[in-house]
């Protein structure tokens, strides 16, 4: 009888992409998948360091855990526990310290590991190298059949933004090969895939090289045009970017392949020079504008989505005031902002930190307030308009389907038609909170 595995996910995009791989790993090497984690013979919990509390939430999913663990060993069976992910990376022994019911620790870079922990003993609990090359050369294809597909073309970060963990947990920038991107793109696609979104803590700034002659740089702008090319690929989309590395290669890129899509997350945290020099961001308000600017005149329609950090060590009202200006300068289409929590073992966890949780919470809902309205006013402009939506998956109603806009807003329409995989022309007809609703034209 096979054994039966469950992953929990937490966190970023990456992780979703890790947890799809182990899974293809562990099916290949004959466990089975179940949804089922009272009754599993292995839980996985892929880890994230980003969000708040993410250790908390991690230590009071393995007290449950622990339970489940010894209900089983009464019944004479066995729940081997795998903690993987940023918080595995990060605290190491210190989880089992924590919680001696957990078998294994596994560092985001060691996930090859996993199916040779389950199957033989005396391998050691903690597994935390920064091994990204051996990891990337380890994982298989997916059996995934999905229209739209994340793929980890880069990962770690040489940045070392003083808030940030990433560089610590996920290690210095590794780019994976031009050539193994290409074919587990041309793989997906051929298993349905109409649409990838290409993944990296900073993933404007991969490079790699080819050799033709004479060895080549790939910089993102290069990829892009490479995976253009698989004909049954419609759309193209990238997350996350670094204001420092987007050069001229990738938005003449944007401006000449159609199948990049008019929508860039372009995290700036702050819009206050002071607190940008002591987040170690490297760029300043004006320069940050001026980028958006200049990619606004090669692509016009292009939006921006971006992250803040409100209430950073030493932030005073003028500069969040600042912060303020460029967020009705920019206007951007969607955002994400956070109330600043210090994540151990970053350089700004040791910094004090003057402003009280009530300052934090008031200037976070003052600005997410304008945010909101940016991006209303952003949704709004679609109202009555065509646009061409990629249908992705059934929507929650009989009949109904879900899609996606070029400026990825979720479109819902009715269909007695399967239109899994689709481009549409759909005239948005009306705008809820989350999403739009529309009527098929072609």
């Known amino acids: 009888m096979h054994k039966s595995f469950f992953i929990k996910t937490y966190g970023c995009q990456m992780n979703n992409y890790d947890s799809e791989k182990i899974n293809d790993l562990l099916v290949l090497n004959g ?201 049954n690929l419609k759309r193209i989309r990238y997350l996350t970017s670094h204001p420092n590395d987007i050069n001229n290669n990738l938005i003449d890129e944007h401006a000449n392949n159609k199948k990049m899509m008019p929508f860039l997350h372009l995290p700036i945290q702050s819009g206050s020079d002071k607190i940008l020099k002591v987040m170690n961001r490297k760029h300043t308000k004006r320069e940050y504008i001026e980028l958006t600017k200049k990619i606004k005149l090669a692509v016009p329609q292009m939006a921006f989505s971006s992250d803040f950090i409100v209430g950073y060590p030493g932030e005073t009202e003028e500069d969040f005031e600042n912060t303020v200006s460029l967020v009705n300068e920019v206007k951007f289409a969607s955002s994400y902002s956070f109330a600043y929590s210090p994540r151990p073992g970053t350089p700004a966890s040791i910094q004090i930190d003057f402003n009280s949780e009530e300052v934090k919470k008031k200037r976070l809902n003052y600005l997410q307030k304008i945010l909101n309205i940016h991006q209303n006013n952003f949704n709004k402009e679609l109202l009555d308009k065509e646009v061409e939506v990629l249908i992705t998956d059934f929507g929650k109603k009989e009949d109904q389907y879900v899609g996606r806009t070029p400026h990825l807003q979720p479109v819902h329409v009715f269909s007695s038609k399967n239109l899994i995989g689709r481009i549409l022309n759909i005239k948005i007809e009306r705008l809820t909170s989350f999403s739009f609703h529309g009527k098929i034209l072609n």
């Open 31 to 231: 466990f089975e998948k179940t949804d089922d984690i009272e009754n599993t013979d292995i839980a996985i919990l892929n880890t994230c360091h980003i969000r708040e509390r993410a250790s908390e939430k991690l230590y009071s999913d393995l007290g449950r855990l622990s339970i489940y663990k010894k209900n089983r060993e009464k019944l004479g069976k066995k729940l081997s526990i795998v903690v993987m992910g940023c918080v595995a990376q990060a605290e190491g022994e210190e989880i089992i310290n924590r919680n001696n019911s957990v078998d294994y620790v596994v560092g985001p870079q060691n996930i090859q590991v996993i199916p040779t922990l389950l199957k033989k003993k005396d391998f050691g609990k903690v597994h935390i190298d920064f091994l990204s090359e051996e990891k990337f050369k380890s994982l298989t294809f997916s059996q995934s059949n999905k229209i739209s597909r994340l793929i980890t073309v880069q990962e770690g970060c040489d940045k070392f933004c003083s808030f940030c963990v990433v560089p610590y947990t996920r290690g210095a920038e590794f780019s994976r090969p031009l050539e193994d991107i290409y074919a587990e793109i041309n793989d997906a696609v051929e298993k349905g895939c109409a649409e990838v979104t290409l993944l990296g803590q900073n993933v404007s700034s991969y490079e790699s090289s080819i050799y033709e002659g004479k060895e080549k740089k790939v910089e993102l702008g290069n990829l892009c045009n490479t995976i253009a090319k698989i004909p």
